[in-house]
């Protein structure tokens, strides 16, 4: 992945993800564990079901230390099972 996230963003910062998966209860959970691993603190996801109930799109603001955080954190939600999108 390549991005331009360092010509965008001013180190440290605070970065907002959205995931999008298939819905179930523990889907918030799982998003905090994928990010305890790259950068450890507390967090208060939100979550969000589709219309249909289909999906959930969980939230969750991190502070990120480098545009290769990003692109990790990027890669590593979206290997979670049933992740559609990560925005």
Known sequence: MDTKFD?????????TYKVVAEARDNLADEVVAVVQ???PADYAPT??????????????????ESKE???AL??????????????
């Open 69 to 71: 955080q990003i692109e």
């Open 37 to 39: 691993q790259h950068v």
């Open 7 to 15: 010509e965008y963003l001013e180190f440290p910062c605070d970065f």
């Open 74 to 87: 990027y890669n590593r939600l979206a290997s979670i099972d049933g992740v559609r999108r990560v925005l």
């Open 47 to 64: 979550t969000r079901p589709s219309s249909k109930g289909t999906y959930h799109s969980v939230s969750i603001r991190v502070r990120v």
